[in-house]
């Protein structure tokens, strides 16, 4: 079985400069996440979809991350404009939904490093 | 929302012996405990987990125990390897959040 896929696997930008994130989950799973993980610390969630609907992003950065998954299954997260805080790797996650199943599994992540 | 809290911050442990990670949660209707293993470079990998209704659960040479009264969770870690080193994140699931602990640098010397 495919694990979760993610690109590109390093991005370097400066500072006000946007930037997009791609996610493919493990197929079939029908929540997908976005997580930042600045170095030292473990993930912070950023944004949770059910299909394609929004279940909660009560910490995305909204004046300048945006994310989306039109189609239910592959998901993409931009930030316009970056800031040097917005250095951080960011993963991606899907799990199952329904049934109990909480087991979330992890892609590679993006390595964003804003200068 | 959740709080986890996550001890010791590094782990030193000479190959063969065992290793401890503890953490602690703050709502008491968490339900869902995964651990975690993130290796350099790479994302985090699930490892083992317990849900709310079990004490203790094993798989080879890993076993989590939870204390629901004290609302905290444990990781051990038995004949460790070195391959074993890596950075471990406990985490709490609470309705549709998963809140994770800040990590513990486990290093297995050979």
């Known amino acids: 079985e495919a694990g979760v896929a993610q690109s590109p696997r390093y991005k370097i930008i400066e500072k006000r400069q946007s930037v997009a994130f791609w996610c493919n989950p493990i197929?079939?799973?029908?929540?997908l996440y976005w997580y930042q993980q600045i170095l030292g610390q473990g993930p912070k969630l950023l944004i949770q979809?059910?299909?394609?609907?929004?279940?909660?992003d009560s910490q995305l950065p909204k004046d300048r991350f945006s994310a989306e998954r039109l189609k239910g299954v592959d998901s993409t997260l931009k930030i316009q404009p970056a800031k040097l805080e917005d250095s951080a790797v960011y993963l991606c996650?899907?799990?199952?939904?329904?049934?109990?199943?909480?087991?979330?599994?992890f892609g590679p992540g993006t390595r964003l490093t804003v200068t | 929302g959740e709080n986890v809290e996550q001890h010791p911050s590094t782990l030193s442990v000479q190959e063969g012996d065992s290793a401890v990670i503890k953490c602690t949660y703050s709502?008491?209707?968490?339900?869902?405990f995964p651990w975690y293993k993130q290796e350099l470079g790479k994302g985090p990998q699930l490892i083992i987990d317990?849900?709310?209704?079990?004490g203790e659960k094993k798989d080879q040479r890993i076993a989590v125990t939870l204390n629901k009264t004290a609302k905290h969770f444990s990781l051990h870690i038995t004949e460790t390897q070195p391959e074993d080193s890596a950075v471990y994140f406990c985490?709490?699931?609470?309705?549709?959040?998963?809140?994770f602990g800040a990590g513990t640098r486990l290093t297995v010397k050979p």
């Open positions: 996650a899907s799990s199952q939904s329904g049934g109990g199943s909480y087991e979330q599994y």
């Open positions: 197929s079939g799973h029908a929540t």
């Open positions: 979809f059910q299909n394609n609907g929004v279940v909660d």
């Open positions: 709502d008491s209707a968490s339900n869902y």
């Open positions: 317990i849900r709310s209704n079990v």
């Open positions: 985490a709490a699931h609470l309705f549709n959040d998963m809140r």
